[in-house]
């Protein structure tokens, strides 16, 4: 398969070198060339921590968005969400409409934005948009030319907006990633984002030891049982939000069982069992995408949600707005709401019939 691979940081690196070393034919993109420039270099990627280990030889390294995009099936868009935007516009006059482009992920409504924004630009050859509830690895970039990937899922959801493209996605995507299953549409892989969960209270309740520059594993050290009891009660809201909606969620528990095979009685322990996690440090600054992506992105959207359909999220609530105060950024504002996402004054069912199609 011919893939373009748009994002060098973890998940890019990751997905560029493990499809190249699978036989797809691998283009990666990244609009600073100077992630690039060691890649090329030393002539590309090095991957450890999977059986296809090894050095990954792509088939481009390019700052050229239409050289990138050309003559390729599936595009993996791996870059943080706010930078969505963005990258829909960049790519926007390049596209074709036999193409399938994935956000991985999509966090909570990245389709919906994506597809707003092609809308705006109108572009009449539209790719097939589709959304990724998480990342496929649990991987860290530990050199410009060196990625180490952690875990694999055994399963992973994805759609497409509107879900009657769903099964053409899941054919052309399968052909690389046998873990991506289907999910009923977007809103229930926005609402299964379970970075929303993992990423910005425990980066909030530990700020103290992350400014202090101590070194901890995130999820084993970093999330204790107070701090996974937030967790569990944030985890509630987001399942709330899901319930107004009729779509399926998995609670944080759950996922990790059907992700990662961790089996546990409690969220605590269910991380604290999940070797996919084990190495994996905290940030080394409270100015992280843990914060600046996952609660504009992903908490905003659904307090924003819940508000609108009468949902209430305290808890959520509460993380948005210390974030705030801490990064001094009002993430209600820079973050997705249901007027960036085109929800604006409809009903639960108005939703569904519009993500449906």
Avoid: W
């Amino acid at each position: 398969m011919k893939v373009t691979v748009i994002g060098a940081g973890n998940g890019g690196l990751a997905i560029a070198s493990h499809l190249a070393l699978q036989g797809h034919k691998v283009n990666l993109y990244s609009i600073f060339q100077e992630e690039l420039e060691p890649i090329i270099a030393k002539g590309g990627i090095e991957l450890e921590g999977v059986k296809e280990s090894g050095f990954a030889i792509l088939n481009k390294v390019t700052n050229d968005i239409e050289l990138a995009l050309r003559d390729t099936t599936l595009i993996m868009i791996v870059t943080p969400a706010n930078a969505h935007e963005k990258v829909a516009r960049v790519c926007s006059p390049y596209f074709k409409a036999n193409q399938v482009v994935i956000l991985n992920p999509g966090r909570t409504g990245g389709a919906l934005e994506f597809d707003r924004v092609l809308i705006e630009e109108k572009i009449e050859n539209k790719p097939i948009i589709g959304e990724a509830q998480s990342l496929i690895y649990a991987c860290r970039k530990i050199s410009p030319t060196k990625v180490v990937i952690y875990g694999i899922k055994k399963s992973l959801s994805v759609a497409s907006f509107p879900a009657i493209n769903t099964k053409k996605l899941i054919k052309i995507v399968n052909e690389a990633y046998p873990q991506f299953v289907p999910a009923k549409n977007v809103l229930e892989t926005s609402l299964n984002n379970i970075g929303a969960i993992f990423h910005p209270a425990p980066t909030i309740l530990n700020s103290a030891r992350i400014e202090l520059a101590e070194k901890f594993d995130y999820y084993h050290e970093g999330i204790t049982p107070v701090v996974a009891t937030v967790l569990e009660n944030i985890d509630m809201e987001r399942i709330e939000v899901a319930r107004a909606l009729k779509v399926k969620v998995q609670s944080a528990i759950k996922f990790l069982r059907e992700s990662y095979g961790v089996k546990a009685d409690s969220l605590y322990q269910a991380i604290q069992n999940n070797l996919a996690y084990k190495g994996v440090k905290a940030p080394t600054t409270i100015n992280v995408r843990y914060l600046t992506e996952d609660i504009p992105m992903s908490l905003v959207p659904i307090a924003s949600i819940g508000y609108q359909l009468g949902i209430p999220t305290p808890n959520i609530d509460s993380i948005i707005q210390i974030g705030s105060t801490m990064l001094k950024i009002d993430f209600r504002i820079s973050g997705r709401t249901v007027d960036k996402l085109g929800l604006r004054n409809l009903s639960s069912n108005e939703m569904i019939d519009l993500v449906n199609g």
